[in-house]
């Protein structure tokens, strides 16, 4: 029996690597889960959205989706409506304009990067992960999908 594990026809081990000049028109980006953390001395938490940030095309975008039912299951008495205004305030700066408030005069990597820094509240980034994309507003939608939905 193998020691490899194959996915989608390819060995586990390969799925992530690109070699030099095979990145082809498919560019860097970075994206991090927004968790809802329901009462932050349990630790239990839900995914309820996705940060995408791609450098090279000045993007960023957010998008997210609540099950409702899950949130309560861990806490019976969660603040349904404040964790929505949360999640969609991400979305709000991640699109910039009048929305944004403030983060409207920062670029793109700024308003990630103050997005997606550590904070004890219900809305939670998780650690940021990279990955390639020919499209940073499909891909937020296809993690948005694998990871949250």
């Known amino acids: 029996m193998s020691d490899h594990h194959i996915i989608g026809g390819r060995q586990a081990g390969d799925r992530h690597i690109t070699r030099a000049g095979q990145g082809g028109d498919r560019d860097v980006f970075e994206y991090a889960l927004l968790r809802v953390v329901p ?18 095309r000045s993007y960023v975008g957010a998008r997210t989706h609540l099950d409702e039912a899950r949130l309560l299951a861990l806490d019976a008495v969660a603040d ?41 509240t219900v809305v939670q980034p998780g650690p940021v992960h990279t990955g390639l994309t020919t499209d ?14």
Do not use: H, K
């Open 80 to 120: 349904v409506a404040g964790v929505r205004a949360a999640l969609r305030a991400v979305e709000s700066v991640c699109a910039g304009g009048a929305a944004a408030g403030q983060a409207a005069r920062d670029d793109a990597g700024r308003r990630f990067r103050w997005l997606i820094a550590p904070r004890s």
């Open 39 to 56: 009462r932050v001395e349990r630790g239990e938490c839900i995914n309820a959205g996705v940060i995408v940030y791609c450098r090279a």
């Open 136 to 149: 940073p507003a499909a891909e937020t939608e296809r993690l948005l999908d694998l990871l949250v939905r």
